[in-house]
Nanobody, 114 residues
Framework: QVQLVESGGGLVQAGGSLRLSCAASGNIFSINVMGWYRQVPGKQRELVAL???????DYAASVRGRFTISSDDAMNTVYLQMNSLKPEDTAIYYCRAATPSVYWGQGTQVTVSS
């Protein structure tokens, strides 16, 4: 079992920055991949960024160059640095861990005002 707790969301003006954190606990040594997803009402949850235990990263095209995902060596904390935020980045952001069983955090709201 893996437990995930996100933090760092909030309200920011367009062009601003936020850093999200995801703290993992439990059987963290079984985690292979961690990622950030986001969801707005009425739409499917979408991948924002992911990082593997080997440090390989991938990003959605809409955030590439603006967002950076990183983790500590033990992969018990994953970060999402979000720069140059846009109103369309407004969503609930969820942390996901794959062991390969899938675990989700409770989500954190990010609101970007124009």
């Amino acid at each position: 079992q893996v437990q995930l707790v996100e933090s760092g969301g909030g309200l920011v003006q367009a062009g601003g920055s936020l850093r999200l954190s995801c703290a993992a606990s439990g059987n963290i040594f079984s985690i292979n991949v961690m990622g950030w997803y986001r969801q707005v009402p009425g739409k499917q949850r979408e991948l924002v960024a992911l990082i593997t235990r080997a440090g390989i990263t991938d990003y959605a095209a809409s955030v590439r160059g603006r967002f950076t995902i990183s983790s500590d060596d033990a992969m018990n904390t994953v970060y999402l640095q979000m720069n140059s935020l846009k109103p369309e980045d407004t969503a609930i952001y969820y942390c996901r861990a794959a062991t390969p069983s899938v675990y989700w955090g409770q989500g954190t709201q990010v609101t970007v005002s124009s």
